[in-house]
């Protein structure tokens, strides 16, 4: 059964309009760009300090190296894996295995602000990137025969991450992550699931918890 991979809390939205007149955002704000209109830490930390939760906010290059690691993985070529994506602001968003996502970061930002704006990205004939309309609760309860595995480093520490999985091909595993650079997962996400592990001593990078994970989803599923 696949592995579905739910990015939580990913730090991907437009410039609030709160700070829209604030020189460092307007010096950067360009009419037809799009790239120019999502938030971004590391051009507009002197405007969001106004904003609240401004360390999980504006983080787009989290979301870009955990999507690359994620779709160019054994697990996603082979069929095996489903990924979303959940904002700071609480939209869902279905990610099709197939999809090119943008190696250049700015391309990226373009088409995360083009998704936001319109709520889904597809070409001609192929959905590329559609909504989930539902809460996170509404799209875990979608899923049969799941087993929850919410990851934090505040987390019971696995005694052996070889054993996160079992080969049950009959279950389906959900991993939750967060997209974000510091803070915790909030109440609706914790009540998602008691499992809360750790996979190592240390905090570590979303992207690499992530491609930890499919690693140990791979082994324990031979898939190759
Ligand atoms: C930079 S961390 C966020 C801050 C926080 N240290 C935490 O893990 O809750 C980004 C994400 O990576 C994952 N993560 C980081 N360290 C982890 C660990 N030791 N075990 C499991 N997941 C971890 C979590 O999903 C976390 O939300």
């Known amino acids: ?19 829209r007149k604030h020189p460092s955002i307007q010096k950067n704000l360009q009419k037809d760009s799009y790239p120019s209109k999502l938030l971004d830490n590391a051009i507009h930390h002197s405007a969001m300090v106004r904003l609240d939760a401004a360390e999980q906010r ?18 996603n070529k082979s069929g095996n894996l489903k990924i979303y994506l959940h904002t700071f602001e609480n939209k869902i968003f279905e990610i099709n295995p197939d999809i090119k996502i943008a190696r250049n970061y700015n ?24 909504e989930f309309k539902g809460t996170l609760r509404d799209l875990v309860n979608s899923i049969d025969k799941k087993e929850i595995i919410l990851l934090s480093n505040k987390g019971e520490l696995a005694e052996s991450p070889l054993l996160l999985f079992d080969n049950d091909l009959s279950k389906n595993f959900v991993v939750i992550i967060g997209c974000f650079q510091k803070g ?34 791979e082994i324990a599923n031979d898939i190759l």
């Open 107 to 130: 391309r990226f930002k373009g088409l995360m602000a083009k998704l936001l704006m319109e709520n889904e990205i597809r070409t001609k004939n192929l959905l590329l990137i559609s």
């Open 184 to 217: 915790f997962f909030t109440d609706e996400i914790l009540e998602l699931s008691n499992r809360l592990v750790s996979i190592s001593h240390y905090s570590l990078d979303a992207w690499v918890v992530l491609s930890r994970v499919i690693t140990l989803y």
């Open 58 to 75: 504006g983080r787009p290059d989290i979301t870009h190296a955990c999507l690359l690691n994620a779709l160019g993985s054994t697990a």
């Open 1 to 19: 059964m696949p592995l579905t991979i739910i990015f939580v809390e990913c730090g991907l939205e437009l410039i609030p309009s709160v700070i």
